[in-house]
């Protein structure tokens, strides 16, 4: 290539300078990534103000790199953004992404000057057939045996770890006490990398409105079988004797604990509980209620309050028919409302729960429904931008805790950049291993690709489409050519001559 053709004077760009640009940074950053590729792949250092790690995994080789000149790194986000995806849908494979990319642009032009298509036409046709390529990909995955011991769960969690055989694990351990895959992920405060399976649901943001009720030593308040009633509006005093005194009453008729949970207590009816409470207490030692309070202060909140309702059987109190009863126009028949569980642990910090034997299955399926349609509207999102954002993982979060039984990674490390790094591994293993438990497994590396890619042509479903069949051919070699990289990182350039003979 002619670098004598890259304009360094001005912030203008034409085309043939957009393609020498591209084709320029493509090969720099295929360069830098092919070096991690694979299992032999090399280690890189990586520095960011003063924090040095060690790394070898692609994805985070690529999101530390940077160019002094300005359009060289918005081109640099293109690339970024490929990868992103491929990071989104399926966890790994980052690096063999840009790295097969690149290849096939070097076949681009040479297809463009044989078939005379327009650009659109080009990207029409190379779509198509990287869409039957995938299709093809999916017939020919194996489905993972979950009755087993789920080896293929551990081996490609290995992988998308770089052979963190501690966290892979954990991954194989959480798929065989839960079978639910969509694991939750968050930075520990500590060094080390741990896990814990919650069999039950989990709000951060319920917990109770006084340490009176605190009941065991670990400072919660644990209660057998309690009876549920819930609020979605700020709970004045004027609501105590309509419709919490009949619940306490029903409490006291099964020889049950009631919880009361709202958003909000306004101080008289604040004042009447520590009243009251003060006095049951004295002469029992407990009470009879328990109250609580969940702060609905954004969408994500409100979504999992009543996600916790249906999960319970309860049918939330909303504000207009709360007002409703106050005003005499509608009878307030408590066993409506009432949920119930098995055992529930109101702490200072978070509420946890299990046992949901009185689900309202009918709202459940609603809820779920809608739990899917966002966190596919926010991953469409999040494809697009190539940011993960907080309202995306809550989403995943929603539709993981809706099963009431899920496992979480705590995921630490030495330094802010290892916990970082860390944090992607997990990520990468996370989604890697929940795709193919969902899709099935399909073999490593390029070798899929490359299976596929066979299995069409036996087909003859390109037999008179000579465009068609050279796309095809281009990816085969696009990845032959990633595949060669893999196994010169392994055999340091001196690649067998009967491994090269099957290429």
Same mark, same amino acid.
């Given at each position: 290539?002619?670098?004598? @053709?890259?304009?360094? !004077? ?53 999101? %530390? ?49 044989? !078939? ?59 798929? @065989? ?24 649901? %989990?709000?951060? /943001? ?6 009176? /009720? ?9 209660? %057998? ?5 819930? /609020? ?35 101080? /008289? ?16 030692? !407990? ?45 307030? @028949?408590?066993?409506?409302y009432l949920g119930e569980v098995e055992e529930m642990d109101i702490g200072e910090q978070s509420t946890f729960a299990t046992g949901f034997n009185h689900k309202d299955e009918a709202m459940l399926n609603i809820l779920e429904k809608d739990a899917i349609s966002k966190y596919q509207d926010l991953h469409q ?21 809706? @099963? ?63 465009? %068609? ?20 990182n392994k055999f340091k350039e001196n690649i067998p001559h009967y491994v090269m003979n099957k290429l």
């Amino acid at each position: 290539m002619d670098n004598s @053709k890259i304009n360094m !004077t001005n912030n203008v760009i034409n085309e043939e300078e957009y393609k020498l640009r591209i084709n320029l940074l493509f090969e720099d950053v295929s360069n830098t990534l092919s070096k991690t590729l694979g299992p032999y792949g090399a280690t890189s250092v990586l520095d960011k103000v003063g924090d040095v790690m060690l790394s070898k995994d692609g994805w985070q080789v690529l999101k %530390k790199l940077a160019y002094m000149d300005e359009v060289q790194n918005t081109l640099l986000g293109l690339i970024v953004k490929i990868a992103h995806q491929v990071v989104m849908r399926v966890g790994d494979g980052s690096t063999t992404s840009v790295v097969g990319a690149n290849q096939l642009l070097k076949q681009m032009d040479e297809i463009a000057n044989k !078939t005379n298509l327009r650009p659109k036409q080009l990207l029409d046709t190379l779509e198509e057939v990287v869409e039957d390529v995938c299709n093809k990909i999916q017939e020919i995955a194996v489905p993972i045996n979950k009755e087993g011991e789920l080896d293929e769960i551990y081996k490609l969690a290995l992988v998308s770890t770089n052979g963190d055989s501690s966290i892979a694990e954990m991954i194989r351990t959480i798929y @065989k006490e839960t079978g639910n895959p969509a694991i939750e992920f968050n930075k520990s405060k500590s060094v080390n990398t741990t896990y814990e399976v919650l069999k039950g649901y %989990k709000l951060q /943001f319920m917990t109770y409105i006084d340490r009176i /009720f605190i009941n065991n030593d670990n400072g919660t308040c644990n209660i %057998k079988k309690p009876i549920i009633l819930m /609020f979605n509006h700020k709970l004045e005093q004027d609501y105590f004797e309509p419709m919490i005194q009949p619940a306490i009453r029903a409490a006291i008729d099964r020889g049950q604990r009631l919880v009361v949970v709202a958003p909000y207590y306004d101080s /008289f009816l604040l004042q009447r509980f520590a009243r009251d409470l003060s006095l049951e207490f004295k002469a029992t030692k !407990t009470s009879t209620a328990v109250y609580a309070k969940g702060s609905l202060m954004d969408e994500h909140r409100a979504d999992l309050y009543n996600d916790f309702a249906a999960l319970c059987g309860c049918t939330i109190i909303n504000e207009s028919i709360a007002l409703d009863v106050l005003k005499g126009d509608l009878e307030f @028949k408590v066993d409506e409302y009432l949920g119930e569980v098995e055992e529930m642990d109101i702490g200072e910090q978070s509420t946890f729960a299990t046992g949901f034997n009185h689900k309202d299955e009918a709202m459940l399926n609603i809820l779920e429904k809608d739990a899917i349609s966002k966190y596919q509207d926010l991953h469409q999102a999040a494809e697009n931008s190539s940011t993960i954002t907080e309202a995306l993982v809550n989403a995943k979060q929603r539709m993981s805790k809706l @099963k009431g039984n899920m496992g979480i990674i705590n995921v630490g490390g030495s330094t802010e950049l290892a916990k970082l790094a860390n944090y992607d591994l997990v990520e990468d293993a996370v989604k890697a291993c929940e795709s193919a438990y969902l899709f099935g497994v399909t073999p490593g590396q390029t070798i899929g690709i490359q299976t596929a890619i066979v299995h069409l042509k036996e087909t003859n479903k390109y037999e008179d489409d000579k465009v %068609k069949m050279m796309f095809l051919e281009a990816i085969s070699d696009a990845y032959r050519d990633v595949t060669r990289i893999l196994l010169e990182n392994k055999f340091k350039e001196n690649i067998p001559h009967y491994v090269m003979n099957k290429l």
